[in-house]
């Protein structure tokens, strides 16, 4: 039931070029698996259909790069941060195929796919451009075929369709993971529920592995259950420069820098240089961020909400030998 794996291992082994990938968490102030996003980038996965509720530093940074052929999203600004300068640049260089829902939209069909359901009715985007411009067909206006109509078979009222959601692949950051794959999460959502359920496959980054008995202590707060996921990665700091609620807020001074970097694509590969390919391990990962800004970030007013669940969490000998253990076990397999 160990199910904790490198995060090296796996991006290699779970994704691919062409695979429709989702990702956990949105905006600045929502979690999101940003470590993954940077081995994607060091692993080089190309023509990756993106599906977002809300765009985040992560595929701001995986736009810029060019490692994305299709994207769906609710969502595409950075709050404070400004707009997305990775994924505005690559849309209107023409590079990408950009369909915009509303953060209402994607729920929805992310909640049609964890139903098991084709489709789901709705009024969201019914009568906007968000209904008649399909990215797809932009030469056919108005398109039918994004949010075909509908009638209520009840009240004869007009709805919408939106197709459900399946991706191949989503990666959902929690706060704390037990190695069979449980999950609790603190602070908000932002539809990870429903996406664990959607997915074919899901793989949890997690800021803390847990004992099991934490899961046990605290049932209620299990949002996503084991038998729904492949893969647990351990990840310190892993939704940098976004917030981890109870965990470290958010670095605004990176976030900045971050997004004005991706402007270019001279900048999003000096950024690339430095903030992604220069690290190999967790503990080279923590002196790049460095000391003083890690104390900044985790001296957080939300840090108490860790309180109940701190004897429970694994140190990083505990998880190294959990990791060399499950290697091993691999490796015998594959022998045999």
């Known amino acids: 039931m160990n199910k904790l794996i490198t995060m090296q291992e796996a991006v290699k082994k779970y994704t691919w070029d062409g695979i429709t990938f989702a990702h956990g968490g949105a905006l600045p102030v929502g979690s999101d698996c940003t470590e993954f996003f940077r081995e994607l980038v060091r692993q080089e996965v190309k023509n990756i259909h993106l599906v977002s509720n809300s765009n985040t530093p992560g595929t701001n940074l995986l736009i810029a790069n060019g490692q994305t052929s299709h994207i769906e999203m609710g969502f595409s600004g950075l709050e404070v941060y400004g ?24 729920p929805l069909r992310l909640l049609a796919g964890a139903l098991g359901i084709p489709f789901i009715p709705t009024y969201t985007s019914v009568g906007s451009d968000q209904q008649f411009c399909f990215a797809e067909e932009p030469d056919i206006y108005p398109n039918p075929n994004k949010i075909p109509e509908i009638s209520d078979p009840f009240s004869g009222k007009t709805l919408g369709a939106l197709k459900s959601i399946n991706p191949d692949l989503a990666v959902i950051h929690v706060t704390m993971a037990d190695i069979r794959g449980n999950a609790i999460i603190l602070g908000t959502e932002w539809s990870r529920f429903e996406l664990s359920r959607a997915a074919k496959k899901v793989i949890l980054q997690a800021d803390y592995i847990v004992d099991t008995e934490c899961m046990r202590q605290f049932p209620n707060l299990v949002r996503i259950p084991d038998f729904l996921v492949e893969a647990v990665v351990y990840s310190p700091l892993g939704v940098w420069p976004s917030c981890s609620t109870g ?40 002196e790049l961020i460095g000391t003083e800004k890690t104390g900044q970030l985790t001296a957080s007013n939300t840090a108490f909400l860790m309180d109940p669940y701190r004897k429970y969490i694994k140190s990083d000998v505990e998880i190294n030998e959990l990791l060399a253990r499950e290697e091993s076990q691999w490796t015998t397999q594959k022998t045999k």
């Open 83 to 106: 707009f997305a300068n990775g994924l505005r640049r690559k849309v209107e260089a023409g590079e990408v195929i950009f369909e915009e829902y509303s953060n209402g939209g994607i």
């Open 247 to 286: 965990v470290y807020d958010s670095d605004e001074e990176h976030f900045f820098l971050m997004n004005e970097s991706l402007k270019t694509d001279e900048g999003t590969q000096s950024y690339i240089d430095e903030y992604v390919l220069s690290y190999h391990s967790t503990e080279e990962y923590r």
